[in-house]
């Protein structure tokens, strides 16, 4: 009986959400002490494999390689671009384009040669491109799947909390 109710009273305790599917647990997963290329490990498997779509819970890091820039409109409002250059598991580099929702994030911006970490939804829409891939979804989880997303940029995370 004792173990039911600390079972009701942690689930109670956990961070839910509610989409049109039901009621889903978004994970807040911890920003990485370190810029590593281990940190980048799914996202050099993506690529490696040369997956084509959009997959939830990505993690990548980098330095700018210029200031982010904004892209205006849309149906989803204005977003900043944040090019990155990242290091691969197997010694490679990779651009990848961290993208920002306004609206969602608030004005994510970063200077050149700034350290950005970002969790959120890989996407890929194929081969020739100037970015091998994008990090996209980088805020609270708005989709069932997908953990609390976020952004850092030389230690100041966005957003703060979920």
């Not at 009986?1 to 600390?6: D, E, I, Q, S, T």
């Not at 989409?19 to 810029?35: E, F, I, Q, R, Y």
């Amino acid at each position: 009986m004792m173990f039911l109710a600390l079972a009701i009273a942690f689930t109670w305790l956990m961070p839910v959400k509610h989409d049109v599917t039901g009621w889903t647990t978004a994970l807040d997963v911890p920003v990485p002490a370190s810029c590593t290329p281990q940190v980048n490990a799914q996202l050099g498997s993506l690529l490696t494999q040369g997956f084509v779509g959009e997959v939830d819970n990505v993690m990548v890091c980098g330095t700018t390689i210029s200031s982010s820039r904004t892209q205006h409109g849309g149906r989803h409002g204005d977003h900043q671009i944040l090019p990155l250059r990242v290091l691969l598991p197997n010694g490679s580099a990779q651009l990848v384009e961290v993208v920002t929702n306004d609206s969602l994030d608030g004005r994510v911006t970063a200077p050149v040669q700034a350290t950005v970490f970002a969790y959120g939804q890989y996407f890929n829409d194929g081969p020739g491109h100037y970015f091998a891939a994008g990090l996209h979804d980088v805020h609270c989880s708005t989709h069932s799947g997908a953990n609390n997303g976020w952004v850092v940029v030389n230690g100041v995370k966005y957003p703060r909390y979920c």
